[in-house]
């Protein structure tokens, strides 16, 4: 009841009486009540026409210990990747391997022995009779690279079918006689060396009486 008479006497117009009186504590409550209404109005009223000015953003009140929102898309619409990207690591290189040493070239093989001459004073020999006469001959030779030499009578690998063991270089050898029952034959001469053998030949004739 006391409420109700308190907001009649706030609608009933003065009737001309002063109240000398200071308002009651009741009447002041209402009057700091009505007041914030139209302060909150206004705050209201402001805060629309700021909007409109703006063209309809929104607008971000900052409330006391509010938390920050979290990340959003860029005004781009490209979202944020807050991640950082782990930086790939860069291959190793592993040490190139030393070449290895070049192997030394193996030895050539040696080469085989020449015999340079090897001829005898005639190649065709004079026979007093075709029976058991014979007639010396005189051979000479040289040979290089050589180590052994052979003289052979009817053979073409003196080293096999030896008449004798020679010297390497001979001028005037003279131990091999023609036989005369013989119409030809052949003398060879054999030298071997660490390269191998190498043979030669000289054939000689009966002359013709």
Same mark, same amino acid.
């Given at each position: 009841?006391?409420?109700?008479?308190? @907001?009649? $006497?706030?609608?009933?117009? /003065?009737?001309?009486? %002063?109240?000398?009186?200071?308002?009651?504590?009741?009447?002041?409550?209402?009057?700091?009540?009505?007041?914030?209404?139209?302060?909150?109005?206004?705050?209201? =009223?402001?805060?629309?026409?700021?909007?409109?000015?703006?063209?309809?953003?929104?607008? =971000?009140?900052?409330?006391?210990?509010?938390?920050?929102? +979290?990340?959003?898309?860029?005004?781009?619409? #490209?979202?944020? /990747?807050?991640? #950082?990207?782990? #930086?790939?690591?860069?291959?190793?290189?592993?040490?190139?391997?030393?070449?290895?040493?070049?192997?030394?070239?193996?030895?050539?093989?040696?080469?085989?022995?020449?015999?340079?001459? !090897? %001829?005898?004073?005639?190649?065709?020999?004079?026979?007093?009779?075709?029976? %058991?006469?014979?007639?010396?001959?005189? !051979?000479?030779?040289?040979? $290089?690279?050589? %180590?052994?030499?052979?003289?052979?009578?009817?053979?073409?690998?003196?080293?096999?079918?030896? !008449? +004798?063991?020679?010297?390497?270089? =001979?001028?005037?050898?003279?131990?091999?006689?023609? =036989?005369?029952? $013989?119409? $030809?034959? &052949?003398?060879? @001469?054999?030298?071997?060396?660490?390269?191998? #053998?190498?043979?030669?030949? &000289?054939?000689?004739?009966?002359?013709?009486?």
């Amino acid at each position: 009841m006391t409420e109700r008479a308190d @907001l009649d $006497d706030l609608l009933q117009p /003065n009737d001309g009486r %002063e109240d000398t009186a200071s308002p009651s504590p009741t009447r002041r409550r209402s009057l700091i009540a009505v007041g914030g209404v139209l302060i909150a109005a206004g705050l209201v =009223a402001g805060a629309w026409a700021v909007l409109g000015a703006g063209g309809g953003a929104p607008l =971000a009140l900052a409330t006391a210990g509010a938390s920050s929102p +979290a990340a959003g898309p860029t005004p781009s619409g #490209t979202p944020v /990747n807050s991640a #950082t990207p782990a #930086t790939s690591a860069s291959p190793s290189t592993a040490p190139e391997a030393a070449p290895e040493a070049a192997a030394p070239p193996a030895d050539a093989p040696a080469a085989a022995p020449t015999i340079p001459v !090897f %001829e005898a004073d005639t190649v065709a020999v004079s026979c007093p009779d075709e029976r %058991e006469s014979t007639v010396p001959l005189t !051979f000479r030779w040289s040979s $290089d690279g050589a %180590e052994r030499a052979w003289i052979g009578i009817a053979t073409s690998d003196a080293s096999v079918q030896p !008449f +004798a063991e020679v010297p390497l270089t =001979a001028d005037g050898y003279a131990d091999i006689a023609y =036989a005369c029952r $013989d119409a $030809d034959q &052949v003398y060879t @001469l054999t030298v071997q060396g660490s390269g191998g #053998t190498t043979s030669s030949t &000289v054939a000689v004739s009966r002359a013709s009486s």
